[in-house]
């Protein structure tokens, strides 16, 4: 029976990044929807659950993407009250890559450091959903957080989206002035840099004087980088004494992962993959490696 991909796509046009890495991942055909609203996802959904029985459903699954998470996580939460027993399906949200991309970088943090207990993690530009949920899953493992924000309501705003989506605590702190950042590197253990692209968050001086520090991750690919001194294909090279890793020393483990969560998607029709079981699979792959 052929493994089909269901694409529920917030955006205009569904993203054919995703659709390349499904076929690569295993999905024989895939049907995808731009656009979509909340009103339409109970009939897509039906209609992908109702021409399989039950016992063939781990044939069919349902990708959620988009450039919106926001509007990736009201659709994922619509198809799931579409399911009833036993007609269900497995489904993924990695709305405009930002689940697989924050979890990629929370990973290769814990294989760096191993026990995040107690570590203290500065997240520049933290309100964003990369920000956001690599935040969540880096206090759930037990580190202090602190997640950056030029404008102090929304900076708040996304601690409290942290604190409730994840159940854990986090802080949230003002940057609106890069003469600060020394201080806020003060004792730190983890730099991840999620600002946007082409704009450098952190000059090569502020996070060589932490002497705390033992890992930066920079997820902007653009020149100039987020964090002077990271080269962008860095993967765990060490440099002034700290292991760094650039956005696609990031993003290659972040494909490989892409892949593997589609490919699970196939095997049971019950998977909800979302940032935390996005991670269990990513420390599965990690796990295999070593």
């Known amino acids: 029976m052929r493994k089909l991909l269901l694409q529920l796509d917030s955006s205009r046009l569904p993203s054919v990044f995703d659709q390349v890495v499904a076929y690569d991942a295993g999905a024989d055909d895939i049907m995808s929807y731009g656009g979509v609203t909340e009103t339409d996802v109970r009939d897509l959904i039906h209609g992908c659950i109702f021409t399989r029985g039950p016992k063939d459903l781990h044939n069919t699954a349902v990708w959620i993407g988009g450039s919106n998470m926001s509007a990736g996580e009201q659709l994922l939460a619509m198809a799931q009250d579409a399911l009833f027993a036993p007609f269900t399906v497995s489904m993924m ?40 949920r690599a935040g969540g899953l880096l206090a759930k493992d037990g580190a202090h957080v602190t997640i950056t924000s030029r404008k102090p309501e929304q900076g708040e705003k996304a601690r409290q989206f942290i604190s409730a989506r994840f159940n854990v605590q986090v802080e949230a702190t003002t940057l609106n002035d890069p003469a600060a950042l020394p201080e806020l590197c003060k004792d730190i253990d983890v730099l991840l840099n999620s600002g946007p ?45 700290v292991v760094v890793y650039g956005a696609f020393g990031v993003g290659n483990f972040k494909t ?7 490919a699970r998607l196939f095997t049971r029709n019950d998977l909800v993959l979302d940032a935390e079981t996005i991670a269990d699979i990513a420390r599965e792959l990690v796990a295999k490696k070593q």
Do not use: F, Y
């Not at 814990?110 to 990369?130: H, M, R, S, Y």
């Open 256 to 262: 490989k992962l892409h892949k593997a969560c589609v």
């Open 197 to 241: 692209a082409g704009v450098q968050m952190v000059p090569k001086s502020a996070w060589t004087a932490a002497k705390s520090l033992k890992i930066a991750v920079d997820l902007n690919a653009v020149p100039p980088l987020g964090i002077e001194g990271v080269e962008v294909s860095d993967a765990g090279v060490v440099r002034e004494g």
């Open 93 to 132: 949200l990695d709305s405009n890559g930002s689940n697989t991309t924050a979890v990629a970088a929370v990973v290769k943090i814990e294989e760096t450091l191993g026990n995040l207990e107690g570590k203290k993690v500065l997240i520049l530009a933290g309100t964003g959903p990369v920000g956001q």
